[in-house]
């Protein structure tokens, strides 16, 4: 079973998802305020978790826009530029958004496995992530020749990337016990917001 995935591709793939887990969110709060008030593992197993709810909803997205390759072809070039839109909505309105900076956690320590869900329970719980990935990968993939290989590598680009980032952060704030500057966080949040606009333009002018 060959990929569809071209080499290309996959490095576009991995730069666009690693910017935007970079960008100040919800998630990268709870990294790092996990990190700073219980130390680097209670980050590190947060980060894990977030990047565990983001496999599931990835491979419920492949999967699902799989199926509808196969079956509604019609379907999927209006849901393309539908997508393409919602991804050029969402980058500005990252590009407006501002992050706070989180508040310090009970000092009572909880439990690994209680670091880990808080990260897994934030993902699932946000049900525009399914959405999002929904109308990010076709920029990337060739939905109507997808193999399991993809798949595959798709989890393990989204592992390293978003896994990297969020551990990233939560070195960090265990480390210097604070967010990055706020001209930093400024920085990754206009840059994030670019790609996220340049992909939706990408699916929307994409043959």
């Known amino acids: 079973m060959d990929a569809s995935l071209t080499v290309s591709a996959g490095a576009a793939l991995f730069g666009a998802m690693l910017i935007l887990a970079l960008a100040p969110s919800l998630s990268v709060i709870t990294v790092v ?14 980060a894990m978790g977030v990047v565990a709810g983001d496999i599931v909803f990835i491979l419920a997205a492949v ?28 980058g500005f309105q990252l590009w407006k958004s501002r992050i706070d900076h989180p508040k310090t ?14 990260g897994l329970l934030l993902t699932l719980g946000d049900q525009k992530a399914i959405l999002f990935y929904l109308v990010f990968f076709p920029a990337f993939v060739d939905l109507s020749k997808i193999t399991l290989i ?31 500057s706020p001209a930093i966080q400024k920085m990754i949040s206009a840059t994030a917001a670019f790609v996220m606009v340049s992909v939706g333009l990408l699916l929307i002018l994409k043959q």
């Not at 305020?33 to 947060?46: K, M, N, V």
């Not at 072809?73 to 393409?84: Q, R």
């Not at 680009?157 to 551990?167: F, P, R, Y």
């Open 63 to 90: 999967l699902g826009l799989t199926a509808i390759a196969e079956s509604m072809e019609g379907l999927l070039t209006v849901f393309k530029y539908l997508g393409g839109a919602y991804l050029v909505w969402l």
């Open 33 to 46: 305020a996990r990190s700073t008030t219980f130390g680097f593992a209670h980050g590190a197993l947060t």
């Open 105 to 118: 956690e009970s000092r009572s320590t909880p439990t690994f496995a209680s670091s880990f869900m808080a």
């Open 150 to 180: 993809d798949a595959a590598v798709i989890v393990v680009i989204a592992t390293v990337s978003v896994g990297g980032a969020k551990l990233g952060y939560a070195f960090v704030a265990d480390k210097a016990k604070l967010l990055p």
